[in-house]
Structure formats: structure tokens, C-alpha cells
T-cell receptor, first 113, second 116 residues
Framework: EPEVTQTPSHQVTQMGQEVILRCVPISNHLYFYWYRQILGQKVEFLVSFYNNEISEKSEIFDDQFSVERPDGSNFTLKIRSTKLEDSAMYFC???????????FGPGTRLTVT | AQTVTQSQPEMSVQEAETVTLSCTYDTSESDYYLFWYKQPPSRQMILVIRQEAYKQQNATENRFSVNFQKAAKSFSLKISDSQLGDAAMYFCASSPEMDSNYQLIWGAGTKLIIKP
């Protein structure tokens, strides 16, 4: 069964450093999402991506964040200058069409020290 | 703003019994989707069940079923014949149609404990 994959599973970085979280969505899916979940808190929407551009972003997704689909398979989230409060689980998701169920990757645990 | 509320931070049930997890939501959208996701200790987010708001029939997936009350904006999840593997955090989420962007809006989650 096709699945969304994410790498790395755990990333530790120092405050101020740049990180890139990688995702490979399910191959025939067209809609891509990033969410984050700070430990013990609810899941928060960051950004959605369709047709090679951002379709929606939340207030959390400020200028420190960017997304890219550099080739036909990868979907990346870049945080330019990490802050302690960026420590969270970051989930990538994809869906075949708008409104369809979103399939989630296993997440990347980001720890900023 | 759209909101999803799960009023039960934690629920416990005896193995093989039935448990119902509550969820209410608030939306002004006419078309939307509702989901239940399961998050086991591995923290992977797994889709349990999906409901389209325009469908009156409640969705079912094996031991999992929902009670969708559109007028009351209620979307509860019933788990029958609970199994030890059902122990997890359960999140209710809505996907309102806003300019065709179906971002998920999440509840705070309910921790389900299965007693052997």
C-alpha cells in the first residue's frame, strides 16, 4: 500500500540553524500539507500546496518557513533560522483531491536546542 | 474561525466493551468533511474514518462507526469490541471548504485507555 514517507525521523539542531524536513507524498496525490504538533498540544495547520504553489498558509507560517517541491516526488519544509519554540513533531500529508482524506507521514521530530 | 472541540481529555474502557468519543465542531460552511484520526504512541497519524457532511448516512469502518448529527454539529466515534491495539490518542478533525483549500482543523484529542 502506498504511503507518505518523511526524513529524517528525528532532527536535532541548534537555535538559529536552518533545517530542511523532507517528505515524499503518495505518487498520484496532488495536494500536500504540512502540520505541526508541539508535544502535548493539538495539531496545527501550517501550509497547503497545490499546483506548485502555496494555496493556504496559517499565521504560524511566517517568513522563516518555506516549502518547495524541487522535483516530481519530494516536498520539503525549510525553517531558515530555528527557534526553541519550533521544537515539535512535523507531519507531512497528501491527498488525491481536495476534500479527500489526507494521508500522513510518520512525522519528523524536530528538537531545537 | 472554525473550531473543533473534544471535551473528553481521557477515556477508559474494558477490553471487548464499547466506547464513544465525543466531538463537536463549529462551521458556517455548507460543505465540509469530518474525520477521526488515531495517533498511537509511535505518533503516526492514522485515518480511522471519514464523513462527508452532505451524506446523512453515518460512516462505518468495521468496529468503528460515527454518529453524525449535522444540526447539532456533533460527530462522535463509537468503537465496538475494544481491543488493546485501540489504545491511542484520537483526534477529531474538520475540513471545511474554504476556497477549495481543505486544511484540517483539529480537536485537542482524547486519550483512550483500554483495560485488559
Amino acid at each position: 500500500e502506498p504511503e507518505v514517507t518523511q526524513t529524517p525521523s528525528h532532527q536535532v539542531t541548534q537555535m538559529g540553524q536552518e533545517v530542511i524536513l523532507r517528505c515524499v507524498p503518495i505518487s498520484n496525490h496532488l495536494y500536500f500539507y504540512w502540520y505541526r504538533q508541539i508535544l502535548g498540544q493539538k495539531v496545527e495547520f501550517l501550509v497547503s500546496f497545490y499546483n506548485n504553489e502555496i494555496s493556504e498558509k496559517s499565521e504560524i507560517f511566517d517568513d522563516q518557513f518555506s516549502v518547495e517541491r524541487p522535483d516530481g516526488s519530494n516536498f520539503t519544509l525549510k525553517i531558515r533560522s530555528t527557534k526553541l519554540e519550533d521544537s515539535a513533531m512535523y507531519f507531512c500529508a497528501s491527498s488525491e483531491e481536495s476534500g479527500a482524506e489526507q494521508y500522513f507521514g510518520p512525522g519528523t521530530r524536530l528538537t531545537v536546542t | 474561525a472554525q473550531t473543533v472541540t473534544q471535551s473528553q481529555p481521557e477515556m477508559s474502557v474494558q477490553e471487548a466493551e464499547t466506547v464513544t468519543l465525543s466531538c463537536t465542531y463549529d462551521t458556517s460552511e455548507s460543505d465540509y468533511y469530518l474525520f477521526w484520526y488515531k495517533q498511537p504512541p509511535s505518533r503516526q497519524m492514522i485515518l480511522v474514518i471519514r464523513q462527508e457532511a452532505y451524506k446523512q448516512q453515518n460512516a462505518t469502518e468495521n468496529r468503528f462507526s460515527v454518529n453524525f448529527q449535522k444540526a447539532a454539529k456533533s460527530f462522535s466515534l463509537k468503537i465496538s469490541d475494544s481491543q488493546l491495539g485501540d489504545a491511542a490518542m484520537y483526534f477529531c478533525a474538520s475540513s471545511p471548504e474554504m476556497d477549495s483549500n481543505y486544511q484540517l482543523i483539529w480537536g485537542a484529542g482524547t486519550k483512550l485507555i483500554i483495560k485488559p
